[in-house]
């Protein structure tokens, strides 16, 4: 690392937070899942400004041309120890601005939040991320353990041209490190407690789905459209959507969600039983989608191709199914989808990618813990499964422990789960100032 320059009036992550997630909304990294969209290039050449500026020495890499991931390693106090990655992905799923009050790529402030596509998803972590790093440098702070921290391209798209990329092409950047942290977890909820008071509870992301994007697509004999058809390939695909639809995946509560359950009742006071957690989730608000989301697997339908002319039966019939699978479930769900798709649809996989399973104990998670209870002292902290995704899956490839850690304690009215990928993202500015210094307080203490 080169010697960072001096400044007079040094600033503090938690100052500069806001500012940085402002400027990144305001790059439009929208990622279509296609060859459209903009790319990561600008947004990565912002990043490597940041970085510069405070000394430090980051690498830009492109999978291709626009798509670019920016990685940085920070020496620490004992290199000798495993190394921490600390990573957030630059892209957004796209938003269309006539859906939103403000434009989605303003970073705009109002009612007291930063409002715009990555509000949440990631770019208040990214910004977190970027002012605390910056103050490591400013201030010649060496953390406890080697830090490699990444701001990667495409993970809205499954990574492949981001973190999967980047494992597979540039393994020596990730040389030492054993666990990592991203996104989609350390944000509060807030309820009811067993007295009556509220209680907040931040949720520590241990676990998530593994990930089946799956393309359907039914053959038939193409015909005329008067003509009666019993091997009519839109009603072939018709058959197995429904009988898809209508499946009811068994539940199963893996550990991390048993350890959520149990605590979430013990804080309420509410019981539960495995068959009926309705009551004990109405606790979680808007978080609880994502919880619902991981009782059981799922498959969602997605998009539909099929036809081209009213008065003709097409040949093929092809749907896009979505499916979300608990460790250790991905063969029985293909078989599952393969039986009830029928013999006349073939499945065919689009992308597939691992679930996660990582311990709600050890030297790093108590670390995580202490970081957010410095800042909320009457707060508690539970694990839990995502239902979604992050690029914590490639870096397990290399045998890396990730978690869920972008730190936000979220007003009790807020609905935020909701929100990523949904209309109006925002995140409060109070939430990124005490992201800011959570974070730093944990990559002091790591």
Known sequence: MADAPQTDTPTTPEEEVVRICQELIRIDTSNYGDEEGPGERKAAEYVMTELTEVGL????????????SVVVRIEGQDSGRGALAVHGHLDVVPARAEDWQVDPFGGEIKDDCVWGRGAIDMKDMDAMILSVVK????????????????????????????????????????????????????????????????????????????????????????????????????????????????????????????????????????T????????????????????????????????????????????????SL??????????????????LAGEHVEVSVVHRDIALDAPFEGALVDKMKGALLAEDPGAAVLPYCLSGGTDNKALKRLGVTGYGFAPLRLPADLDFAPMFHGVDERVPLDSLRFGARVLNRFLTDC
Not at 58 to 68: F, H, I, K, V, Y
């Open 57 to 68: 020495e980051p690498q830009l890499l492109e999978s291709e041309p626009g798509r670019a």
């Open 135 to 270: 103050d490591l440098a400013r201030t010649g702070t060496k953390p406890p353990r080697d830090l490699v921290v990444a701001f990667i391209a495409d993970e809205e798209a499954g990574g492949a041209k981001g973190s999967h990329w980047l494992v597979d092409h540039h393994t020596d950047l990730f040389e030492g490190v054993t666990e990592a942290i991203s996104e989609v977890g350390g944000y509060s909820v807030t309820f009811p407690d067993k007295s009556g008071e509220q209680q907040r509870a931040y949720l520590l992301q241990t676990a998530e789905k593994g990930i089946a994007w799956l393309r359907l697509t039914a053959r038939g004999r193409a015909g005329h459209g008067s003509v009666p058809n019993d091997e009519n390939a839109v009603v072939r695909l018709a058959g197995a959507i429904a009988r898809i639809d209508a499946h009811q995946w068994p539940r199963e509560f893996i550990g991390s969600v048993r350890q959520l359950l149990d605590g979430l009742s013990d804080l309420t006071g509410v």
């Open 272 to 319: 539960y039983a495995d068959d009926d957690v309705t009551a004990l989730l109405q606790n979680l608000g808007g978080a609880r989608g994502f919880v619902e989301g991981t009782l059981r697997d799922t498959s969602n339908f997605t998009m539909l191709d099929s036809g081209y002319k009213h008065n003709v039966i097409p040949q093929t019939a092809s749907a």
């Open 322 to 339: 979505d499916c979300r699978f608990l460790p250790g479930h991905e063969e029985e769900l293909m078989s599952t989808i393969r039986e």
